[in-house]
């Protein structure tokens, strides 16, 4: 298992540690990239801090005023109900992601997108020991789901007993369309599986587009929901994340694995305290939304600028961002080849680049991305590292400078021209 997002910081350190600094476009950290945590939010935190139960544990399902107020949050929204007892707490969704696959029966499987956030798909291949299963996201049909795809490899693999969607998408940054949505669920009715939806970018959308919640298109069928805070207040440092259990008892097979969750959770005692209590206090702050709006506001702005200055280049399939913050761009097929190469003025740069690139045989997305990172000093994800057999990078949309954005984008859409030429000139 790798985790490139983190592992790519280890080669930018290198070129740090020559001198050069770094743009940071691996990973999605709000905070890493200077968005303001308001200040009301850090009062509700600090006024928090002077309580004595902000010190104590928690219920091992989590804080039950907040598992209350969280359940009738998505009540409103009028589909699948919930009580607190259909919410469980962990240290962060990571850590929900991790626990939800590793419960799973051993034979079971889960099929999952590709690309896919590869904290679910690494986790998924731990629990089953081989290689993930995944139905396609379409570069061509502006990273929509191939449903055909899905519907067959559902069909003709009998030990998948559910399917994962993350919506809005990681690394994409597409948003399902409700009709999209009901046909998961329609193929979950036919085949019997339960549906999984990592919903953590649910309220960050933009440019007039909303994100449906699976609990609206859900009926009765079994489904959890993945949500969390690292994103949406921001606040990663907090580790808190949460499952939603939809249907619970829809099926006994389903009841009895969100009771396995549960027991794993109190063997752990249960999840960091201070944000569960934080969250109600937060979420029913005046400003809460606005704060939220605003920001949403400034990423379709930036996804607008990114459209405008990458859209037409050509070699690339670009898709503009309609949520979460991040945009895969990824090359058109058999124009990367192992030739290709970037200026480097700097000798010391160039060595050090070699020493990446020698003896390793590796995937020729990479070997563009550490060439960006050599030339550009600028550090991004390569999409084959997402499970998924395209050939491209993710970006992030986080950068609050509007002139280093475009500045940073110009130099990559620049760099994506001189590596894709190079090869003519050879
Ligand atoms: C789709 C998705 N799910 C889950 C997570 C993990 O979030 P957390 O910080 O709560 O562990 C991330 C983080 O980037 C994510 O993009």
């Not at 509700?44 to 598992?67: F, H, M, P, Q």
């Not at 962060?92 to 991790?98: F, R, S």
């Not at 969100?258 to 960091?272: R, S």
């Not at 998924?388 to 130099?411: I, P, Q």
Request: with cysteine.
């Amino acid at each position: 298992m790798t985790y490139e997002i983190r592992g790519i910081v280890k080669k930018a350190r290198q070129v740090e540690a020559l001198g050069y600094s770094i743009t940071w476009e691996n990973i999605g950290d709000p905070i890493q990239k200077h968005n303001h945590v308001p200040d009301w939010m850090k009062t509700i935190i600090a006024d928090l801090l002077k309580e004595d139960k902000t010190y104590g544990y928690a219920d091992s399902k989590g804080v039950l005023e907040t598992r209350q107020f969280l359940a009738e949050l998505n009540n409103k929204q009028n589909g699948a109900q919930i009580t607190a007892e259909d919410i469980l707490f962990f240290n962060g969704l990571g850590d929900a992601i991790a626990k939800l696959y590793q419960f799973l029966i051993p034979t079971a499987r889960i099929i999952g997108p590709s690309p896919a956030y590869s904290t679910h798909s690494s986790a998924e291949a731990a629990h089953a020991n081989t290689a993930p299963i995944t139905y396609k996201l379409d570069p061509d049909n502006q990273w929509l789901p191939d449903m055909e795809d899905l519907y067959l490899k559902v069909k003709y693999n009998p030990a998948i007993v559910g399917i994962l969607l993350i919506n809005p998408d990681n690394p994409t940054g597409m948003v399902y369309p409700k009709e999209v949505l009901e046909g998961f669920v329609k193929i979950a009715e036919e085949f019997n599986l339960l549906l999984i939806v990592d919903e953590i970018y649910q309220n960050i959308t933009y440019n007039g587009i909303t994100s449906v919640p699976l609990s609206e298109v859900i009926g009765d069928r079994p489904a959890i929901s993945l949500k969390g805070i690292s994103k949406e207040f921001p606040w990663p440092g907090a580790r808190c994340g949460w499952m939603e259990f939809y249907n619970r008892e829809s099926s006994q097979e389903f009841s009895k694995f969100c009771q396995t969750l549960e027991n794993a959770k109190m063997i752990e005692v249960c999840a960091t305290i201070l944000p569960q209590l934080a969250i109600p206090k937060i979420m029913t702050h005046p400003e809460y939304h606005s704060c939220r709006q605003k920001a949403n506001a400034a990423i379709g702005k930036r996804s607008d600028w990114m459209a405008e200055i990458l859209g037409d280049i050509p070699g690339i399939k670009f898709n503009p961002t309609q949520g979460a913050f991040y945009n895969t761009i990824v090359f058109d097929e058999y124009l990367l080849t192992p030739t290709q190469s970037l200026s480097i003025e700097d000798p010391k740069l160039q060595a050090l680049l070699d020493t990446w690139l020698v003896g390793s045989e590796m995937p020729l997305d990479k070997r563009f991305v550490y060439y960006l990172l050599a030339a550009e000093q600028i550090c991004v994800v390569p999409i084959s590292s997402f499970c998924s057999d395209l050939r491209g990078f993710r970006v992030t949309l986080l950068e609050e400078k509007e002139e280093v954005f475009k500045d940073t984008f110009r130099r990559l859409g620049k760099a994506i021209g001189s590596y894709l030429k190079s090869s003519e000139v050879k």
